[in-house]
């Protein structure tokens, strides 16, 4: 089976209980199963995180927000007993199990990533999700200290540049590509208007994206301060008002790191909430400690029903909805059961301080994101809150990033369903420099060739013709796009930010070569 021949596959992202014999303990995230007999678990994407980090009994809850060992439970998705396992194998730690030796530091990231590799217990066991087959004797930390903040709780599922997921579905033959894609879908509604999401691997949802996409490098380097690798300018944030009217509520761009596990929409100078607050009349009364750990607490009476939208320099537009940023005040009770405070909202935007600015899980309400870890970058579209599906491979050989920058009018329209591949829209570094040397040694032959005719004549009167080009050997010298088919678009320069543009053709995969 070739790489071409494989097809992505999806997971729900969607509410699931954590433990059966108590009612309602939900958490939002990805269900799988780990160990012999097989022990249910709630897992988040982390893309900062190479390895997959799971909690047992001693899961590190902050005692401060989390009051017993049974919320504990419930927010971490679930204990994982080891010991109750019969594939489990212990090893001398996560290195040694052949997980990846190097986690992703920096500042803003949690605060013990750096000492996880070394204090951890390491092992090896089965792990399975969704349709995907089982994989066994994967590499699997278990904490050994309160590595987190406590907030970003559930097991955390390495999707980062050496993820040790995605190189075991890789292997396996599950997946063409180190690509995954993730939408969070609409949440605290009535039944009927509540959206799963999902993360896909090896591909994306092609329903659930709107107009054009916007891709720039992942970059990791302590320099750009996004552990994740995902950095953005958030050029503007505006407070859509319901008579027509937009207000500013952001004073100067910042920069963002993305963030899908933060629990919030937005971490952002403090200028921001005092500006929806005076826009709004809105007065917080407090800060919440239940699953939106940090945002603050308003009464329901006289909140607005604006929508907000958040511009990034790319010239993305993402339009978050009332009901997806000002959401009702939920926790998980003493008895493990998901609770409502219908009296107060939450208002999902929470103070970032002396930490990058990030945009959370909620972000991924309005917008999808596809991460593509081969060729190094990530794409952002505005997001189709739909229950339909119809994924997309994303298969080819490693796209190499150029120097190329961003502008606001770059992008792709959307395709036809039935079809995508990805085509040529521009030259990458490698072409430019593909018809610089062909030009090069086009213009080399032709003046080799008249000083031979100029010799030929002096010396011997005689005239020899110069051998000319054809018209096919002509364009193989000078027009090299013909042969660099679906080379990255590289852009005009906007804010320093690097920007690739996947456009597409009537095939039936996304092509990178």
Known sequence: MTLRDTSPFQLPVRDVQVV???????????????????????????????????????????????????????????????????TWMKADDIAAAGGAIIETESHGSELGVGKLIDSSLGGIDTL????????????????????????????????????????????????????????????????????????????????????????????????????????????????????????????????????????NLLAAPGSVTDAFELATGMISHDISYGLHWSSRLYDVVNTTDSDLTISLSTGLDVRIPNNQYLVPHVDIDRNGSRIFNTSEKELLINLAGDQPGTLGRYFLTAAYLMVDLDSHTFTLWQANPTADSELVPVVGTRLECGNGTSSPSSGTEPPDPSSITETTSGLSGGSIAGIVIGTVAGLAILVLGILFVLRQREIGGHVSQVSELSSNDTKKLHSPVHGLRRSPRVLSELSGQDHYTYELDGTTNMVRT
């Open 20 to 86: 059966p014999d108590i009612p309602d303990s939900f958490m939002r995230g990805i269900a799988a199963t780990i160990g012999t007999p097989p022990q249910n678990i709630v897992l988040l994407p982390w893309p900062d995180l190479n390895n997959t980090w799971i909690y047992d009994s001693q899961a590190y809850c902050d005692s401060s927000i989390i009051w017993n060992d049974v919320i504990c439970q419930v927010r971490r998705g679930n204990y994982y007993h080891e010991n109750n396992s019969s």
């Open 128 to 263: 399975s999700f969704g349709p995907a087959k089982n994989l066994t004797d994967v590499a699997v930390g278990i904490p050994r200290l309160s590595w987190d903040h406590g907030y970003t709780i559930l097991h955390a599922m390495g999707m980062g540049s050496n993820s040790t997921i995605l190189n075991a579905l890789l292997e396996t033959g599950q997946i063409g590509s180190r690509v995954w894609s993730i939408f969070w879908g609409r949440m605290w509604l009535d039944n009927e208007s509540v959206v799963d999401g999902s993360i896909v691997f090896g591909g994306f949802d092609q329903q659930k994206i709107i107009g054009r996409n916007y891709t720039q490098p992942l970059d990791f380097s302590n320099d750009t301060g996004c552990w994740t690798g995902m950095k953005v300018h958030i050029s503007k944030i505006q407070l859509n008002v319901r008579t027509g009217e937009d207000v500013d509520l952001l004073e100067t761009g910042i920069d963002a790191c993305i963030v899908p596990q933060r629990q």
